[in-house]
């Protein structure tokens, strides 16, 4: 039969019904909770680092989420951690809770098609985590100048939305992954050991695993020169394929200035080139851009897996 209508009829009242529920369930508070004791903890230490630097760094706000004080590591390798599993604590029971609970054939007797309940809790989930993402970069930038008695300059305000924009579009990744395991098993604890799996691999175990994969697939001669850089860009594209290294480059190029380029950079290209100089914002989101785009497109493709999955499935009531 040919449906009558937008398919993505009914998308908002799921989103701002997810997002709702969201907001108010005891699982999001603890997560945020979380979330924020970290990051309040990473901050301190990194004021307590920088505050002799005042006058003397020009991004001196840029360094409260780089520094780094033992035993506690950086703000930004806190979210680095921490977003992937706030984005699955949201979404790895979004499509299997509603059978779980016998209420899917409910929804979709009203007109509500699957597109638009499919699309409406992963953007629920999207809203959630863009509220708390902007709560904590306020906060951080409100303790920022609390404690540092100076405002951040344009140039750090605009490399700060660029990282705020970078944190979103990662832990959309993840949304969408945890969305996709939801889709594809019946089971709430399987989708969600199948998506903690899948994080693990990705954050802890892919930079061991990408050496092995590219020594096995283009082995360094010690005679050929060129063996080595092509060992290299096979290795660097490998590590690539993780969100974890995409969101670690993107935050080396917006919070570091200095930074001119995330791979191999040979000595002809340095030539004219002033070392330590900062890049200007344009040319940092430039450099970044690809990075970007990668978690952008991981995202939508994961989604799109997840749409067709669903789509095939046969829903009884």
């Known amino acids: 039969m040919r449906r009558e209508g937008s398919p993505f009829t009914g998308l908002s009242t799921v ?16 997560a945020m909770l979380l979330v924020l004791l970290t990051a309040i903890g990473a901050i301190y230490g990194a004021i307590g680092q920088i505050k002799n630097t005042v006058g003397q760094d020009p991004f ?8 780094a004080r033992d035993p506690l590591p950086s703000f930004v390798s806190f979210l680095g951690f921490l977003l992937p599993l706030l984005a699955i604590a949201l979404a790895f029971d ?13 929804i979709l007797a009203q007109p509500i098609y699957r597109d638009g309940l ?32 100076l405002p951040p300059s344009g140039e750090e305000v605009l490399r700060g939305i ?15 992954v945890a969305l996709l395991f939801s889709t594809v098993f019946r089971s709430p604890a399987t ?6 799996s899948l994080w693990l691999l990705f954050t802890v175990f892919w930079s061991m695993l990408a050496p092995l994969i590219a020594s096995a697939a283009a082995p360094v001669d010690q005679f050929d020169p060129m063996s080595v850089v092509t060992n290299a860009e096979l290795q660097q594209g490998i590590a690539r394929a993780s969100p974890f290294t995409l969101f670690g480059e993107m935050t080396l190029g917006l919070l570091h200035p200095a930074t001119r ?14 070392m330590g100089a900062p890049l200007p914002f344009s040319q940092s989101a430039l450099l970044v851009w690809p990075q970007f785009a990668g978690l952008i497109a991981a995202m939508i493709v994961v989604f799109t897996i997840a749409y067709v ?6 829903i009884r009531a």
């Open 261 to 274: 380029a995330l791979g191999l950079i040979f000595f002809g290209q340095l030539q004219g080139a002033v």
């Open 191 to 196: 989708s969600a050991l199948a998506a903690l």
């Open 94 to 106: 979004a499509i299997n809770g509603e059978y779980s609970r016998r209420t899917m054939s409910r």
């Open 118 to 149: 499919l699309a409406g809790k992963f953007l629920g989930g999207l809203i959630v985590l863009t509220i708390c993402l902007v709560t904590l970069w306020l906060l951080v930038t409100g303790l920022g100048i609390l404690t540092l008695g």
């Open 60 to 67: 001196l706000f840029l360094r409260l989420f780089t520094t």
């Open 309 to 314: 999955v669903f789509q095939r499935q046969e």
């Open 15 to 30: 989103a701002l019904k997810e997002a709702a529920d969201h907001m108010t369930s005891a699982r999001m508070h603890l």
């Open 162 to 176: 660029g990282f705020l924009l970078c944190c979103i579009a990662y832990s959309g990744v993840w949304l969408a």
